[in-house]
């Protein structure tokens, strides 16, 4: 029999109503609402960071895990669907790849589709990657529907992600929470007691006098970190010598004709610019080093560079790249921008908020938090961390760019020694592996390398097995299955305006 077990928590306090914040509001009343009462502290005066519109294909679990109906939630949120993000200029100035989400062609015995295709490169035969990407195929066709599987065949069907309005986000999973009975306090928290004995949090105090207490406290506060950094001093890593841009200009435009299914992440001299492309409006950003360019340089850029006329005042946000020395810190736990921040170039923010909630749910403590739960969380928390930190500067760092002092940077730092020793098998011998089941897959991984011009010196042997007009034949047939498959399918503005057009504002 289970002795001691520990009294059950009774009260959640959330502090912060930005994304993170309604997110783990939203999941705690899923799971848990009938057995803790959730409260949630947010201050209309300072408001949201505004930012955060594009996503990865995990966000469908989460709206699943919701309940939410997707073609409701994209009415509400002005979403679109996003099949991918196509770095432009980051290999080479001119250069262009798509990151795409799903597959890549079909694998044959036990050896990935991209051996052989490799293989056919070596041989001479000029042919993209990309021509065996159906999600990549649609998306510069600027098509979409639902496909899970291409017919019969073993071709990985389509899989997407969604751009949506960051606030109409947290307004949407707002009104989801007051279903549930979450309750929302609007105040500005002013100071936060701690237990004198032992350094855990107390209560929180808003400027107003009141007092809340909670048993646990979720850190949502953003760029502040309240509690995790104000009250409890945890510590921050910082990696910005691996993830130097520190500053962002942000603004959004006018939409422009062709609603285009896909993020565009281009490379400028000192950073890069995000295009997010919405119902009602594109979002647009300046993601740059404050070291190598000035803030009106930036944006000067990013004006210079919208598809319509800018609908807002540019708005100025500044970060240090890294994570929270521990995200689970005594009665404490960090999402969102008070976790940790690594840059949006590959929309992982979003993921990382649902990821902690999911690990949370898993390792859900009692009330006398027992050590070992924390440590866990932790050490899961800082691989997952540490897997999209690689893979987010191997974007920077395989360039052959040589025009701009913070290209030349990136280009020649030192590296983390785990994306190095990736890297280095690619180059190699063009092995891929998935680390602990990290976020990002052989694909993904591969793409980049590809992308920005990593060619691996040789390719699987057994790649061999097949004749030269076999390989041909096999490649062939993939390509043909690819434009069959995209040839039947709607343009992604047909696709919205029959499922899920949202009211025009
Ligand atoms: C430039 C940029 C671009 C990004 N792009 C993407 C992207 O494309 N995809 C993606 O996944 N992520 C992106 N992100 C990250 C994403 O924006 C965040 O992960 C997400 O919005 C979560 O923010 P948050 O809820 O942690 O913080 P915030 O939105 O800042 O919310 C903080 C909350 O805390 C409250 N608060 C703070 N102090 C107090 C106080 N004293 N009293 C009471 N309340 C308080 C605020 O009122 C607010 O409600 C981007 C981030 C930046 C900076």
Redesign the pocket.
Known sequence: MIKDSGALIQKIVI?????????AAATFARTMGKQVSIQL????????????????PQIKLFNSLLGVDENDFLKATQGTIKLGIQFNNWGRQGDSYMHAFSGIGIDLGMIDFYQYWLRSIHDGVTSSLWDYSLNTQAAYKNLFAKMERVGETRLPGINYAY?FD?SLW?KYLRTYCEHYSVVRIQ????TTILDPDNGFIES?V??NGDTINGDLFID?????S?LIEGALKTGYEDWSHWLPCDS?I?VPCASSEILLPY?RATAHSAGWQ?R?PLQHRI?N?H?FCSKFMSDDKATQILLDNLDGEALAEPRK?Q?VTGKRKKIWNKNCIA?????G?M??LE???????QHALGKLVELFPRKDFAQADADEFNRQLSAEYEHIRDFIILHYHATERTDSEFWNYCRTMEVPASLKRKMNLFRESARLFRDDNELFSEVGWLQVMIGQRIIPKSYHPLADALTAEELKEYLANIKTIVEKAVAVLPTHEAYISKFCAAVKI
Do not use: N, Q, Y
């Open positions: 502090v912060g109503g930005g994304t993170a914040g309604w997110m502290i947010e201050s209309d005066e300072i408001g949201t960071v505004g930012v955060g519109e594009a996503t990865i751009h960051a947290a105040g500005k928290i002013a929180v808003l400027e949502c506060s953003g760029f502040r309240l962002a942000a993020t995000w997010i979002g950003g993601v946000l970060f999402l969102g921008l008070a976790s921040f840059e949006p929309s992982t923010s979003i993921h990382l908020i």
